[in-house]
T-cell receptor
Framework: NAGVTQTPKFQVLKTGQSMTLQCAQDMNHEYMSWYRQDPGMGLRLIHYSVGAGITDQGEVPNGYNVSRSTTEDFPLRLLSAAPSQTSVYFC?????????????FGPGTRLTVT | GQSLEQPSEVTAVEGAIVQINCTYQTSGFYGLSWYQQHDGGAPTFLSYNALDGLEETGRFSSFLSRSDSYGYLLLQELQMKDSASYFCAGVNSGGYQKVTFGTGTKLQVIP
């Protein structure tokens, strides 16, 4: 099992550019989510999904779009990058019916917007 | 919504015991998780408390008191590799494991 994979590992964008952060998992997890982590801070939930075709907003959804067409993939799209979106982005997945509520995280994408 | 507060930094000596506290204000609280994150790495799951009381997993234990809206992570026999950030995370009772992370505590273990 590769677990949760994210690409790219690093990305530099100019203000106004768009891009898609990729996330995939091979554990057949129903639940997938995107977080951002700013320096010295906790993780904030951007969007989440409880299965293919079902997504919902988290705490900080503005400026981001998601879709879930398959169980395995959950891409995050930045529509028009802004310097405030400079952050580390983590994707996570878990089973919905796992009573331990354990989330598995990908290695992260470090994004800089200039 | 949920908000979870933690001390920002804690320093402890190798071989000692340290407690990292987490207080929360939340509606629809279901349970409390703990995650460890080393610098430059991804968070990794440590424990989850659904019920009041102590859960023990090796050198790590986690405690929850719903009546006090309070929990803590206890690390025993500290090792240098335990130097990391520790996050509590509230699981929302709305289901589907929607999780809110606390502010995080940076633990420094010194010789």
């Amino acid at each position: 099992n590769a677990g949760v994979t994210q690409t790219p590992k690093f990305q530099v964008l100019k203000t106004g550019q768009s891009m898609t952060l990729q996330c995939a998992q091979d554990m057949n997890h129903e639940y997938m989510s995107w977080y951002r982590q700013d320096p010295g801070m906790g993780l904030r939930l951007i969007h989440y999904s409880v299965g293919a075709g079902i997504t919902d907003q988290g705490e900080v959804p503005n400026g981001y779009n998601v879709s879930r067409s398959t169980t395995e993939d959950f891409p995050l799209r930045l529509l028009s990058a802004a310097p405030s979106q400079t952050s580390v982005y983590f994707c996570a997945s878990s089973h919905v019916r796992d009573s331990s509520y354990e989330q598995y995280f990908g290695p992260g994408t470090r994004l800089t917007v200039t | 919504g949920q908000s979870l507060e933690q001390p920002s930094e804690v320093t402890a000596v190798e071989g000692a015991i340290v407690q990292i506290n987490c207080t929360y204000q939340t509606s629809g609280f279901y349970g409390l998780s703990w995650y460890q994150q080393h610098d430059g790495g991804a968070p990794t799951f440590l424990s989850y408390n659904a019920l009041d009381g102590l859960e023990e997993t090796g050198r790590f234990s986690s405690f929850l008191s719903r009546s006090d809206s309070y929990g803590y992570l206890l690390l025993q026999e500290l090792q240098m590799k335990d130097s990391a950030s520790y996050f509590c995370a509230g699981v929302n009772s709305g289901g589907y494991q929607k999780v809110t992370f606390g502010t995080g505590t940076k633990l420094q273990v010194i010789p």
